[in-house]
T-cell receptor
Framework: EAQVTQNPRYLITVTGKKLTVTCSQNMNHEYMSWYRQDPGLGLRQIYYSMNVEVTDKGDVPEGYKVSRKEKRNFPLILESPSPNQTSLYFC???????????FGPGTRLTVL | QKEVEQNSGPLSVPEGAIASLNCTYSDRGSQSFFWYRQYSGKSPELIMFIYSNGDKEDGRFTAQLNKASQYVSLLIRDSQPSDSATYLCAVTTTDYGGSQGNLIFGKGTKLSVKP
């Protein structure tokens, strides 16, 4: 089944404890992206990647890192999480030049 | 700062009516325009995209774009209770395909279709 998977789906952590949210797609998509969604602020892009080893900042990249070493994976790294990073995170992927992005199921992160 | 503005709603329409959702954007260089639907607790899903001025129809959905006015809208004809969701407008400055580059989303309009 073609899909975008994210792990974990739910995570409660404490300030400063490094964490990684994984994103994987099995559709051979070149493009992958991370978003966060907050009440009243909507969906905001964090980072995106056009292909392996190519990443770019979105609108809210501060406090996040990404890497794209393999085509199928695009992990989101929070080196030192803070409470203002408590949010719902979505990963998405799509073919370059395509109109459609396929979103993962979301990861709900709480930083205490 | 690129911005995409939408009325947050909620927009309430009776079943069978036309729902009209509006979106304005600030970046005149914007090239591609998208409407996503997000049910409560679910991921966004693409329902329409439009690149050129004018109307684009797909089933009960019509997207309308006016680049001079920096305005894009979504009409839903014969609205059904199953259309009740939050609708997100998204814009990118890339000139082909929404999967490339920086996608800016509006905050979304919550639509409620009453039986």
């Amino acid at each position: 089944e073609a899909q975008v998977t994210q792990n974990p789906r739910y995570l409660i952590t404490v300030t400063g404890k490094k964490l990684t949210v994984t994103c994987s797609q099995n559709m051979n998509h070149e493009y992958m992206s991370w978003y966060r969604q907050d009440p009243g602020l909507g969906l905001r892009q964090i980072y995106y990647s056009m292909n392996v080893e190519v990443t770019d900042k979105g609108d809210v990249p501060e406090g996040y890192k990404v890497s794209r070493k393999e085509k199928r994976n695009f992990p989101l790294i929070l080196e030192s999480p803070s409470p203002n990073q408590t949010s719902l995170y979505f990963c998405a992927s799509g073919f370059l030049g395509s109109d459609t992005q396929y979103f993962g199921p979301g990861t709900r992160l709480t930083v205490l | 700062q690129k911005e995409v503005e939408q009325n947050s709603g909620p927009l309430s329409v009776p079943e069978g009516a036309i729902a009209s959702l509006n979106c304005t954007y600030s970046d005149r260089g914007s090239q591609s325009f998208f409407w996503y639907r997000q049910y409560s607790g679910k991921s966004p899903e693409l329902i329409m995209f439009i690149y050129s001025n004018g109307d684009k129809e797909d089933g009960r959905f019509t997207a309308q774009l006016n680049k001079a006015s920096q305005y894009v809208s979504l009409l839903i004809r014969d609205s059904q209770p199953s259309d009740s969701a939050t609708y997100l407008c998204a814009v990118t400055t890339t000139d082909y395909g929404g999967s490339q580059g920086n996608l800016i989303f509006g905050k979304g309009t919550k639509l409620s279709v009453k039986p």
